[in-house]
């Protein structure tokens, strides 16, 4: 039984070509949403299952990676094409050769992949429900009755969903929703790019089933809304190498900190400390616990009042992380904004 579980439908095969000393310098690695989310879990130091689909050759190479990374993979093995990419990054800048998101889940390959899911889920009491590679992998309604049934078991379940995923989870409830303002604003979900209507929708997200909300704003600070109301949460500013994978770096970190039984509003500090290493790091879903930690000291917090209809936001109770007293002693040096999506 691992700490977490993670359903991860159809994770990624990665190629990244780099240069080094003049000459190429080829990456062959796991990826993907749910992928990048285990990843920064095992930094963490929490035992990991993976629930998805591996679809023919590449399945079978996504198995043997997954597995030599230290992670337990609940796997549908299916003949057909899998999710894969191959980037080149030689001038500096993500240039796509070749992307596919693979072939979509058939009915009964779906429903082993959901009892698998549950299976793996209420062993472990908590689960993360993460994307697919595309659109036409699974329906979206696939993630209601997840939640839904994962709930009804007795787990917690955390997602870091949007568009028509997100909507499905939020029917069948879900303990905590992470999502980006981006996404927000593309789902049609604010009125405007203010932090009143931020906060607005956070609340309908609340009322609409989510116990708890997260909201990334790259590179403004990270909202939470929970039982107790509202707090921002601002990550040391750190230099930017890439962006990618931070928000699940966030969400990973989050779950880390509820799975070795931090109440929500420590979890978050730790989630943002993960995002604010990732961004610094080439690797998605990377970085080591002891500079997380360290950054997890710096993290500062803030409770917030909200008067909607004014749209006004005022902080009132300011406070630096518990451990991080010590680290605050010199500020940090500006730069772009570590927390990200």
Request: glycine share 12%; aromatic share 2%; net charge negative.
């Amino acid at each position: 039984m691992s700490d977490v579980t993670i359903f991860a439908p159809s994770p990624t095969l990665t190629v990244t070509v780099e240069e080094l000393d003049g000459e190429p310098d080829v990456h062959v690695h796991a990826g993907g949403q749910g992928v990048w989310q285990a990843r920064m879990l095992l930094r963490l130091g929490a035992s990991v299952t993976v629930c998805c689909a591996l679809t023919g050759e590449i399945g079978r190479m996504l198995r043997h990676l997954l597995e030599d990374e230290g992670v337990t993979v609940a796997g549908v093995d299916r003949p057909g094409r899998g999710s894969a990419y191959v980037h080149d990054r030689r001038g500096g800048e993500r240039q796509i050769i070749a992307e596919t998101e693979g072939d979509p889940l058939a009915r009964h390959d779906l429903d082993e992949l959901y009892g698998v899911t549950l299976r793996e889920g209420l062993a472990s009491g908590l689960t993360i429900l993460s994307g697919p590679a595309g659109d036409e992998a699974l329906p979206a309604d696939t993630y209601r009755r997840l939640a839904a049934d994962l709930r009804a078991g007795g787990a917690k379940v955390v997602v870091d969903l949007a568009g028509a995923r997100l909507d499905a989870v939020l029917e069948g409830g879900v303990d905590v929703l992470k999502v980006s303002d981006e996404e927000l604003e593309h789902d049609g979900r604010l009125d405007d790019d203010s932090p009143a209507a931020i906060i607005a929708a956070m609340r309908r997200l609340h009322d609409g089933g989510a116990g708890a909300v997260i909201v990334s704003r790259s590179p403004e600070p990270t909202l939470l809304l929970d039982a107790a109301g509202f707090l921002e949460v601002n990550a040391p500013r750190m230099e930017v190498t890439d962006t990618r994978g931070a928000g699940d770096s966030l969400t990973a970190g989050f779950a880390a900190g509820i799975a070795r039984g931090e109440d929500v509003r420590d979890a978050i500090v730790t989630g943002v400390a993960a995002a604010a290493l990732n961004v610094t790091r080439h690797g998605l879903g990377t970085g080591d616990p002891d500079t997380i930690a360290a950054l997890r000291a710096a993290v500062t917090v803030h409770e917030i009042v909200d008067d909607a209809e004014a749209g006004i936001q005022q902080p009132v109770t300011g406070h630096v992380s518990p451990d991080g007293l010590a680290a605050l002693a010199e500020p940090a040096a500006p730069a772009e904004q570590g927390q990200q999506r």
